[in-house]
């Protein structure tokens, strides 16, 4: 910052205002293909009785909230209290 300039280094205004947010045609298509896939799946964000996705097998990394479903017909993050009808209990 040079001696003339009286700018505050923590101003907030925006360089260039670049609008409101608004999701693009691929969030849109995205959104009805998820929304599909979790219908198909039965999938719910809710756990059914004991069964969970943080206990069933295809629930990659147990230590994590949230982690890959590696179940061939998902394929997507989930979180570790969510539910579909693929769950299967993890074999000791």
Known sequence: MSETDTTPL???A???DVGAPEP???????????GHLAEDAILRGKPNGDERC???LYYLDT????????HPKLR???G??????WWEEIED
């Open 10 to 12: 923590n101003d907030t």
């Open 14 to 16: 925006p360089v260039y």
């Open 24 to 34: 693009k045609p691929i969030d849109e298509e995205l959104s009805v293909k998820l």
């Open 54 to 56: 943080d206990n069933c």
């Open 63 to 70: 230590s994590r909230d949230i982690t890959y479903c590696w």
């Open 76 to 78: 997507i993050l989930v």
């Open 80 to 85: 570790g209290d969510w539910w579909c009808q």
